[in-house]
């Protein structure tokens, strides 16, 4: 089985389990940054969890700029302490999957630290290192499958973002698009 059966072979096995896919928008890109909103859908497109999320600090302007998330906007906004709760439910016992799970698994979980809350050890599946694989693009400087964004992996994949590009909502059902195209694939036969 190749790289693209492979992978094609995981996104069917996701929808066929309904994996739960999260994404989540925050305050920068650091060590000390956390979620200002973060989202969870299931592999029939329902929503189950869509919440801005307070934080304790600013957030950066050049991710401001990305999302459009304000300070004001999240002021009644629960905090992640808060909303930790929720999301640990809606996720109980699910496959998980996010579009570049090292980054959002990190934000969760110091995002809960940050809140003085234990954190959620996650194992999620990697969507956007599957898409690599699938996409098949190498990456001679970083000896491995070209990493491409989730905005590349959608136009790439025919997929219609609906909604506001860079909320947490609209990339979660961005990236059910991307994975139920990996899905459709099947390798022509000989």
């Not at 570049?100 to 194992?123: E, H, V």
Request: hydrophobic content about 40%; aromatic content about 8%.
């Amino acid at each position: 089985m190749d790289l693209k059966q492979h992978a094609a072979e995981l996104a069917r096995f996701w929808i066929h389990d309904n994996a739960v896919i999260i994404d989540t928008e925050t305050t920068g890109l650091t060590e000390t940054d956390e979620i200002v909103e973060i989202s969870v859908i299931n592999c029939h497109g329902n929503t189950l969890l869509d919440t801005l999320v307070r934080p304790a600090g600013e957030i950066n302007p050049a991710a401001q700029a990305v999302h459009g998330i304000t300070l004001a906007e999240t002021a009644d906004a629960p905090t992640f302490d808060q909303v930790l709760p929720d999301l640990l439910r809606v996720i109980q016992g699910k496959t998980v999957v996010m579009y570049n799970s090292s980054y959002d698994a990190r934000l969760i979980q110091q995002s809960a630290m940050k809140r003085g809350c234990r954190a959620p050890t996650l194992f999620p599946f990697c969507a956007m290192k599957t898409y690599a694989k699938f996409y098949g693009e190498w990456d001679d400087y970083r000896e491995s499958w070209k990493w491409q964004s989730l905005d590349k992996a959608a136009r790439q994949c025919g997929v219609t973002v609906d909604g506001n590009a860079h909320r947490a909502l609209t990339d979660c059902h961005t990236t059910l698009g991307v994975i139920k195209a990996m899905a459709a694939y099947h390798p022509a036969v000989a």
